[in-house]
């Protein structure tokens, strides 16, 4: 029956991801506004459904809460649209005329994105939209303990995009989800690019694909707090970020690291704002339950109130309990708080000064979120300066919570649900993920500079109305400039014949000059014009003879054009 299954999952990855093929090739083809257009409804139409979405999330999965992911879907459906909508994704996205480079976006081709758990409908709509901004088609594989909400989640958005227009086959998601069929998913023929959100089993099943991949590791994140710290601001925000949807965000704090001469003040503003402080006796306790025997995360308690953990740890605790804090003196898989717990559970660490706060820090990342985000809670820019260099993470927000402040939330940085943590964590990319991400980018390079001097000066301008390669595209004209090297050794052979001729004939004049009045004969345009030349010709009122084979130097050709000097013939 299990073989069957597979068998059945199998399949089903290859009839959608064949339908996606079919219908990518009817999507490549709208313009921006089809695509707008459809991005608009899908987004509408998620923001009305986040409650119920979010509801149906923490009913199939057990994991965080109503409000909390609810938040997220608005976040998803509102925040990321928001910044996803100006974009450019069509056609021409980007201009360079002083560099002579046109840029073009292209599809990726079909995508298949990978949804996690513990936050599902967020995660889809995030990636729905992102994906179709940018011209993909995307088939969903839902991790088996929130299939409902994920499909859920892709019928509300998909609805809403074929109203606006979007070709059937261009949204779907597996409903029969097992690793066999993410697996073929993965490594289809026409599967142009992987977005994997989970565990590093299923990065590394992503990686080794064969295909191209967007994967992220996970998260150890530390939370600092130095002795120039707001320390009321910093307690809200770590337990803001703590408690958020009960700690699901892979970004939320893991463990506080405090500077020695605040340590006792922040251990009381966490007991007067909800969190719990564990004896060591209730530590033992709680680590028993933390780790299962191969030492990983016990995921009974991932996504779990503080209040449930401590009762299942036998500890009694306040019923407004936010968070459990546990004071240890390592890191490592014998300090079981050290992991990244996915829940309202705080490692706390005392030390002197900021640099042995930088060292511990460091110590957590490796154990686990190297490349992914740190908070740091100072009011001394040197000591966040000195974290900023030598911290093991891409996203080092500053007085805010860890958990909004990555994914772009209280913080101007790309609001995005996939939080890539660079080389250092086994990730391709330190971005987070948005559509320009999923995008391939033609460049159309005319050339600057010229191997065969006497072919400088051609007008770009000429070959574009003669090819019309971008319709619409503007570039200066005449931009083929050769580099200083070039003109270096002009100017230096032009000096030799010059000395060498001194004696036998007169010298070739300089740059043609012509009065502004009438001439008896054509002038002669000159091979080359510097800046000087140019401002001669000013004070003098006269102007110079150019044509396509002159060499202007870039100072020359700037203050000449815009004077009008250059006459050419």
Not at 382 to 389: E, S, W
């Given at each position: 029956?299990?073989s069957?299954?597979?068998?059945?999952s199998?399949?089903?990855?290859?009839t959608?991801?064949?339908?996606?093929?079919?219908?990518?090739?009817?999507?490549?083809q709208?313009?921006?506004?089809?695509?707008d257009?459809?991005v608009?409804?899908m987004?509408?139409?998620?923001q009305s459904?986040?409650?119920?979405?979010a509801k149906?999330a923490v009913?199939?999965?057990?994991y965080?809460?109503?409000?909390?992911?609810?938040?997220?879907n608005?976040?998803?459906?509102?925040?990321i649209?928001?910044?996803?909508?100006?974009?450019?994704t069509?056609?021409?996205?980007?201009e360079?005329?002083?560099n002579?480079?046109v840029e073009i976006?292209?599809?990726?081709?079909v995508?298949?994105?990978?949804i996690?758990?513990t936050?599902?409908?967020?995660?889809?709509?995030?990636k729905?939209?992102?994906?179709?901004?940018?011209?993909?088609?995307?088939?969903l594989?839902?991790h088996?303990?929130?299939?409902?909400c994920i499909?859920e989640?892709?019928?509300?958005?998909?609805?809403?995009?074929?109203?606006?227009?979007?070709?059937?086959?261009?949204?779907s998601?597996?409903?029969?989800p097992?690793?066999e069929?993410?697996?073929?998913?993965?490594?289809?023929?026409?599967?142009?690019?992987?977005?994997?959100?989970g565990?590093?089993?299923?990065?590394k099943?992503a990686y080794?694909s064969?295909?191209?991949?967007?994967?992220?590791?996970p998260?150890?994140?530390?939370?600092?707090?130095d002795?120039?710290?707001?320390?009321?601001?910093?307690?809200?925000?770590i337990?803001?970020?703590k408690?958020f949807?009960y700690?699901?965000?892979?970004?939320?704090?893991?463990?506080?690291?405090?500077?020695r001469?605040?340590?006792?003040e922040?251990f009381?503003k966490l007991?007067?704002s909800?969190?719990?402080?564990?004896s060591?006796e209730?530590?033992?306790?709680?680590?028993?339950?933390?780790?299962?025997?191969?030492?990983?995360?016990?995921?009974?308690?991932?996504?779990?109130?503080?209040?449930?953990?401590?009762?299942?740890?036998?500890?009694?605790?306040?019923?407004?309990?936010?968070?459990?804090?546990?004071?240890?003196?390592?890191?490592?898989?014998d300090y079981?708080?050290?992991?990244?717990?996915?829940?309202?559970?705080?490692?706390?660490?005392?030390?002197?000064?900021?640099k042995?706060?930088c060292e511990?820090?460091?110590?957590?990342?490796?154990?686990g979120?190297t490349?992914?985000?740190?908070?740091?809670?100072?009011?001394?820019p040197?000591?966040?300066?000195?974290?900023?260099?030598h911290?093991?993470?891409?996203?080092?927000?500053?007085?805010?919570?860890?958990s909004?402040?990555?994914?772009?939330?209280?913080?101007?940085?790309?609001?995005?649900l996939?939080?890539?943590?660079?080389?250092?964590?086994g990730?391709?990319?330190t971005?987070?993920?948005?559509a320009l991400?999923l995008?391939n980018?033609?460049?159309?390079?005319?050339?600057?500079?010229?191997?065969?001097?006497s072919?400088?000066?051609v007008?770009t301008?000429?070959?574009?109305?003669?090819?019309?390669?971008?319709?619409?595209?503007?570039i200066?004209?005449?931009?083929?400039?050769?580099?200083?090297?070039?003109?270096?050794?002009?100017?230096?052979?032009?000096?030799?014949?010059?000395?060498?001729?001194?004696?036998s004939?007169p010298?070739?004049?300089?740059?043609?000059?012509m009065?502004c009045?009438?001439s008896?004969?054509?002038?002669?345009?000159?091979?080359?014009?510097?800046e000087?030349?140019?401002?001669?010709?000013i004070d003098?009122?006269?102007?110079?003879?150019?044509?396509?084979?002159?060499?202007i130097?870039?100072a020359?050709?700037?203050?000449?054009e815009?004077?009008?000097v250059?006459s050419w013939?």
């Open positions: 029956m299990i069957d299954k597979d068998l059945q199998i399949q089903e990855a290859r959608l991801v064949n339908e996606a093929y079919e219908a990518q090739q009817h999507l490549s709208f313009s921006q506004e089809q695509v257009a459809i608009d409804k987004a509408y139409a998620a459904q986040s409650e119920g979405l149906l009913e199939e999965t057990g965080g809460n109503i409000p909390d992911k609810t938040i997220k608005r976040f998803a459906a509102e925040n649209y928001r910044y996803i909508r100006p974009v450019k069509v056609g021409v996205i980007k360079d005329r002083q002579g480079i976006a292209t599809p990726a081709g995508v298949c994105a990978v996690p758990s936050n599902p409908t967020s995660t889809a709509i995030y729905i939209l992102i994906c179709i901004k940018a011209r993909n088609c995307i088939v594989s839902p088996p303990a929130a299939a409902h499909e989640t892709t019928r509300v958005m998909k609805e809403a995009a074929h109203e606006a227009g979007l070709p059937h086959g261009c949204i998601c597996m409903r029969i097992t690793i069929g993410t697996t073929e998913l993965m490594k289809h023929k026409y599967t142009s690019l992987i977005l994997a959100t565990g590093m089993g299923l990065v099943a080794s064969g295909k191209p991949a967007f994967g992220v590791g998260g150890n994140v530390p939370a600092y707090v002795r120039s710290a707001d320390v009321q601001k910093a307690i809200q925000d337990l803001a970020g408690c949807d700690g699901t965000l892979c970004s939320s704090e893991q463990a506080i690291v405090a500077d001469p605040v340590a006792q922040v009381e007991k007067r909800g969190a719990y402080i564990l060591s209730e530590v033992e306790k709680l680590n028993r339950i933390v780790m299962i025997q191969n030492r990983s995360l016990n995921t009974a308690i991932v996504g779990k109130s503080a209040k449930r953990i401590a009762e299942m740890a036998g500890i009694s605790v306040p019923a407004d309990t936010r968070a459990l804090v546990g004071k240890i003196e390592g890191v490592g898989r079981p708080l050290s992991i990244e717990k996915l829940s309202p559970i705080l490692a706390f660490y005392v030390v002197d000064g900021w042995k706060g511990r820090c460091n110590e957590i990342l490796r154990f979120g490349g992914h985000t740190l908070a740091v809670h100072a009011d001394d040197n000591v966040v300066h000195q974290f900023a260099l911290k093991l993470a891409f996203r080092i927000v500053v007085n805010t919570p860890a909004h402040g990555s994914i772009g939330y209280t913080t101007n940085l790309v609001p995005s996939t939080l890539g943590c660079g080389t250092w964590g990730n391709i990319t971005d987070n993920i948005s991400n995008i980018i033609k460049r159309l390079a005319y050339e600057t500079r010229p191997i065969h001097p072919g400088a000066g007008s301008r000429s070959l574009i109305s003669q090819h019309e390669v971008v319709p619409g595209a503007v200066s004209s005449t931009i083929n400039i050769p580099n200083r090297e070039v003109i270096r050794e002009i100017v230096e052979e032009f000096l030799r014949k010059k000395t060498s001729d001194s004696t004939a010298l070739p004049p300089s740059p043609v000059k009065s009045g009438t008896s004969s054509p002038p002669k345009p000159v091979a080359f014009v510097c000087d030349d140019v401002r001669r010709a003098r009122n006269e102007k110079i003879a150019v044509n396509a084979k002159t060499i130097t870039p020359a050709r700037d203050l000449g815009e004077r009008q250059f013939v």
